[in-house]
């Protein structure tokens, strides 16, 4: 069993930053692969940043540039810093675990941008 537990959504003005958190806990001995994705309302999930299972990442088109993910495979903590926020960036954000078969996902942490 694997638990994903996000934390730092919120609300911030167009422009402004934020810092997700996502702890790991259960059977995970490495944060390869692990990752963000977001939904908007009405729309379909979307990756945001992951760790690719050799440890290199990958970025959405939509937030190269502005976002970084990072972790600490010590803690089994993954953080996604978001820079220069926009509106579209609104929706709520998921950690994510992959497994063969099946995919962990956190409860989401909602994150608004104003303009």
């Known amino acids: 069993q694997v638990q994903l537990v996000e934390s730092g959504g919120g609300l911030v003005q167009a422009g402004g930053s934020l810092r997700l958190s996502c702890a790991a806990s259960?059977?995970?001995?490495?944060?390869?692969?692990m990752g963000w994705y977001r939904q908007a309302p009405g729309q379909q999930r979307e990756l945001v940043a992951r760790?690719?299972?050799?440890?290199?990442?990958r970025y959405g088109d939509s937030v190269k540039g502005r976002f970084t993910i990072s972790g600490d495979n010590g803690k089994k903590m993954v953080y996604l810093q978001m820079n220069s926020l926009t509106p579209a960036d609104t929706a709520v954000y998921y950690c994510?675990?992959?497994?063969?078969?099946?995919?962990?996902w956190g409860q989401g942490a909602q994150v608004t941008v104003t303009s």
């Open positions: 994510n675990f992959p497994r063969i078969g099946y995919d962990y």
């Open positions: 760790f690719t299972i050799g440890g290199n990442t």
């Open positions: 259960g059977s995970i001995f490495s944060i390869n692969g």
